[in-house]
């Protein structure tokens, strides 16, 4: 009895133990059953401790809700593991139920020492352990089969290797090391779909992508309001870090994916604040000074601090700075308005109602007022303070827009009255300019062909002498023959007196001999003299403008001679070596005769000229040795060119005035004894031949002109 008695009394206390540590579950409403008391806790690892029978009396009691880094006995084991007892009621038997899991760290689940599943990847080596943070929904198979208490043992390690959140838990991204619920399978689905932060991740991912392209759109538009290219930037980056939260939530599992995702979402947001401040500076023409600049700062510096040490400063970053870069954009919109700014006021508006969603957030987050149905107050005071300014910022810029395609509607139109009468002005002015220039035009036709026949006229006066020398010469000959022929004829007569017996038959023939060269002689002469006449008239009258076959070895050997003896008349002092190097297997080539003449005679004249004041010069220095030299060449070209070249020994052409001497009146002659045209019409006539005329010239050594014509 005494025996008994021992034993009831060692088995009562178990009992009322075992009682009191079961968590007892009597139904599964539809937000589930969160397991949160009744957690035990043991260092080591060891297959034993999943099995339902092991006594964990001596284990620690502990709380696995929380947040990792406040529970230091999982950070000095590698592996551990946590128990609970479950007391499930019996109208829960083979019901579909399951474990809903959120946890930060490795573990492998077992039910009543059956593995379950589990998540991440545990390891004896520390190094090789990952750790995951199940997606949201994430759950585990829970088959209960049998009534009464079951033994729930998760075998769990940290991943002590990657960075964690600090202490304040944010929803949905906070450590807690284990937060378990029983649930009804069918109940799963519907929670996870209810979780509002999804539809509100991907509202602002939307808004934030439209208003990037639209934004850059109006850019492409109106390039040089480049505020529409700083918020496009900054919609871009808001979108990315708004993907970036939805990677975080609801695609990453391991936590150091998470975690680096985290950091470079908080760098991400400063940048795209720095470009955001950038377009609200350009929007009020205000200088980026040294409070810019200090922001910038403010942003950055928390930014590389979040990377050097994880724990020190994510929260800085989202709550604090974003709210000092609201309040450089009030002040910026203050300024503004007092100026008389459009958009101004919209923009201060927006950032007020920042400040007051920012501050219900918070108030929100720490408790003051309630989350709401699953955080939905703390959802839209979060996403109303983010897309506040964007949004107002976008309707400003779009009203600009409007405002600047009605000012320049208003600009078209006034332009287009203007212009209809500034047209009928034209047209007006048109008539009246149309018929000066064409009296302008005739006057200058008439000047410029007075002009031209001036220039021939004094070309004309320049070889009178030279004429009247060639035509003397043929005159002397027929005079001298005429004289001999008279003489002749007398003779013949007086031998024909004489009777038939005694006249010399041979002296007759003789004489008649001598009579009929004479007069081809005279006649010779004569037509020599009427060719000079000829040429003198032609070269005086107006051209024809006909092409015709000429002997251009011809033409150039008379314009020489005339040119010489012209001056020679004028100066009887100077005498000059002409050299005529022609080539004879020139053909006859279309040209018009009278205006090549009129090329050839003024080279030549100026060549003469050019040698006729050097002679002067060097003789004034004592030079007697200088002799002049004038030559003419022609020769046939192999690219079916005739090459004209009249080179003189002169003092040459300075380089300054090389590119002018073919503009019309340009000329190096004193006043009064040059018109300036005689290189100009000459470059106009090789032209219009299909030639061209160079020169090639050097101070000291003389001038070379250059004639090509085609064959």
């Known amino acids: ?22 968590f007892r579950i ?36 502990i709380d696995p809700t929380k947040n990792i880094l406040d529970i230091p006995q999982l950070w000095n084991s590698d592996i551990g593991w946590f128990r609970i007892k479950i007391d499930l009621d019996s109208s829960l038997l083979y019901k579909p139920s399951a474990i809903k899991v959120n946890q930060t760290g490795a573990a492998d689940y077992f039910l ?25 929904g994430s759950s585990l198979g829970l088959p209960i089969t049998k009534t009464g208490v079951q033994t729930l043992a998760i075998r ?12 304040i838990p944010v929803s949905g991204l906070s450590n807690i090391a284990l937060n378990l619920q029983v649930v009804n399978v069918k109940h799963i689905a519907s929670s996870f ?19 990037a392209l639209i934004f850059f759109a109006l850019f492409l538009y109106h390039k040089t309001e480049r505020a529409n290219l700083y918020f496009s930037i900054y919609s871009f980056i808001y979108a990315l870090t708004t993907f970036n939260e939805i990677l975080i939530r609801f695609i990453l599992n391991y936590s150091f994916e ?4 985290t950091i470079t979402n908080f760098t991400l947001v400063v940048i795209c604040y720095i470009f955001l401040l950038s377009g609200v500076y350009h929007i009020f023409s205000k200088s980026r000074g040294i409070t810019f600049w200090l922001l910038i700062s403010l942003g950055i510096i928390p930014a590389l601090l979040t990377i050097i040490n994880y724990q020190f400063s994510p929260y800085f970053n989202w709550v604090i700075l974003l709210n000092i870069f609201n309040l450089e954009i009030l002040r910026i919109a203050w300024l503004g308005l007092k100026q008389g700014k459009r958009g101004a006021k919209i923009i201060l508006y927006s950032g007020l109602v920042f400040l007051l969603f920012s501050i219900l957030f918070v108030l929100v987050f720490v408790g003051v007022f309630p989350l709401g149905y699953r955080g939905l107050n703390s959802h839209l005071a979060f996403n109303i303070a983010l897309l506040a300014i964007p949004i107002s910022i976008g309707v400003h810029l779009a009203s600009e827009s409007s405002f600047f395609n009605r000012n320049l509607r208003l600009k078209l139109v006034e332009v287009e009255r203007l212009s209809a009468e500034k047209e009928q002005i034209l047209s007006e002015q048109n008539v009246t300019l149309e018929k000066k220039v064409m009296e302008r035009t005739a006057k200058l036709k008439a000047s410029q062909s007075q002009l031209i026949q001036s220039e021939k006229m004094a070309s004309l006066g320049e070889l009178t002498a030279g004429i009247a020398h060639e035509i003397q010469n043929p005159l002397n000959f027929v005079n001298n023959f005429s004289e001999v022929t008279e003489e002749l004829v007398e003779e013949l007569e007086i031998e024909g007196k004489k009777e038939q017996g005694e006249r010399d038959r041979d002296l007759e023939k003789e004489l008649f001999a001598d009579i009929k060269d004479n007069l081809i002689k005279i006649n010779h002469h004569g037509n020599r003299a009427s060719s000079i006449v000829k040429g003198m008239l032609e070269h005086s009258r107006t051209s024809s403008g006909k092409k015709e076959l000429t002997d ?25 070596e002409m050299v005529a190097d022609f080539d004879k297997n020139i053909p006859k080539i279309e040209v018009i005769p009278q205006d090549i003449g009129r090329v050839f005679l003024n080279l030549i004249n100026n060549a003469f000229q050019a040698v006729s004041e050097e002679g002067e ?33 002169g003092p040459g052409i300075p380089d300054e005035i090389k590119d002018k001497i073919f503009q019309p009146f340009f000329t190096t002659k004193d006043s009064g004894k040059g018109t300036g045209l005689g290189l100009s019409l000459a470059y106009d006539i090789v032209k219009a031949h299909g030639g061209e005329i160079s020169v090639d010239s050097e101070v000291g050594k003389g001038t070379q002109f250059l004639i090509r014509l085609p064959v």
């Not at 409403?29 to 043991?42: A, F, V």
């Not at 009543?112 to 990952?130: A, C, K």
Request: hydrophobic content about 45%.
């Open 552 to 576: 251009i070895n011809a033409l150039a050997d008379e314009y020489l001679r005339l040119a010489y003896h012209g001056l020679r008349a004028k100066e009887k002092d100077f005498n000059a």
């Open 112 to 136: 009543n020492g059956v593995s379950i599943g589990g998540f991440g990847d545990l390891s004896n080596f520390p190094v090789e352990i990952i750790a995951e943070q199940p997606l949201p």
């Open 193 to 211: 779909n209810e979780d509002l932060t999804a539809y509100f991740i991907t509202t602002r991912f939307g808004v934030s992508l439209i208003m």
């Open 26 to 61: 009597d139904s599964l409403p539809q937000g589930g059953i969160l397991l949160d008391i009744g957690w035990k806790w043991q260092a080591g690892d060891n297959p034993d401790f999943a099995k339902p029978d092991f006594d964990d009396s001596s284990w620690e009691r």
């Open 617 to 649: 010069r060097r003789k004034a220095h004592g030079d007697l040795k200088y002799k002049p030299l004038v030559t003419v060449l022609t020769k046939l070209k192999a690219n079916s060119q005739l090459l004209i070249a009249i080179k003189d020994n």
């Open 258 to 261: 998470k975690e680096v995702a």
């Open 1 to 22: 009895m005494k025996k008994h008695l021992s034993i009831l009394l060692v088995l009562l206390p178990l009992a009322i133990m075992a009682q009191e540590t079961a």
């Open 156 to 167: 769990f390690a940290v991943q002590k290797d990657v960075p964690y959140y600090g202490k």
